[in-house]
């Protein structure tokens, strides 16, 4: 069993859906949650950061993580062509093992107009 | 402001041949990881440079070894290069060891082709 499992996908949704992406984890120690976004051939891009249980918002999207059931979310609403991308959830145990993160496979999104 | 800059973008390797992937990182950053991706697989971690020294490593093979330079850049050394390590290898850049070290900036990658 992988220690994130992320649904691959792919999805495809119309222009200004609200997306709904999701990891579940098994490592405990994770406190550090990330949401990247990768367009094709390019590295990932850090989109929402997260420490701990809770929900951050910044404009479209929103990042939820319930540690208590070892699972987080990424909320696109009104999703955009230009959204489409493969989205990674990223996360880390922090301490010691500052910067090692554990990725989830992606979800390959597409956003058509 | 530059970002996180990597060389070369492409990369063409017979097996059991040898191949170096060099990284600077983002401005104000002091820290460089690798991750290797495959295709259709999120990245996985290589290892982690600070201060010149491997802080870091994980699941990867003695094969696969590092190097950072006084000027925070880094280097990815693959030594007898096997067909499973065509990928996607990804340089990430981050500040210290603070909380702020999960954010990791990512380049955009060297993509390395083992035929």
Not at chain 1, 19 to 28: E, P, Q
Not at chain 1, 58 to 86: C, E, H, N, W
Not at chain 2, 17 to 37: E, M
């Amino acid at each position: 069993q992988k220690e994130v499992e992320q649904d691959p996908g792919p999805l495809s949704v119309p222009e200004g859906a609200i997306v709904s992406l999701n990891c579940t984890y098994s490592n405990s120690a994770f406190q550090y949650f990330m949401w990247y976004r990768q367009y094709s051939r390019k590295g990932p891009e850090l989109l929402m950061y997260t420490y701990s249980s809770g929900n951050k918002e910044d404009g479209r999207f929103t990042a939820q993580v319930d540690k208590s059931s070892k699972y987080i979310s990424l909320f696109i609403r009104d999703s955009q062509p230009s959204d489409s991308a493969t989205y990674l959830c990223a996360m880390s145990a922090g301490g010691t093992s500052y910067g090692k993160l554990t990725f989830g496979q992606g979800t390959i999104l597409t956003v058509h107009p | 402001d530059a970002g996180v800059t990597q060389s070369p973008t492409h990369l063409i390797k017979t097996r059991g041949q040898q191949v170096t992937l060099r990284c600077s990182p983002k401005s104000g950053h002091d820290t460089v990881s690798w991750y290797q991706q495959a295709l259709g697989q999120g990245p996985q971690f290589i290892f982690q440079y600070y201060e010149e020294e491997e802080r870091q490593r994980g699941n990867f093979p003695d094969r696969f070894s590092g190097h950072q330079f006084p000027n925070y850049s880094s280097e990815l050394n693959v030594n007898a290069l096997l067909l499973g390590d065509s990928a996607l290898y990804l340089c990430a850049s981050s500040l210290g060891f603070t909380g702020s070290n999960e954010k990791l900036f990512f380049g955009s990658g060297t993509q390395l082709s083992v035929l």
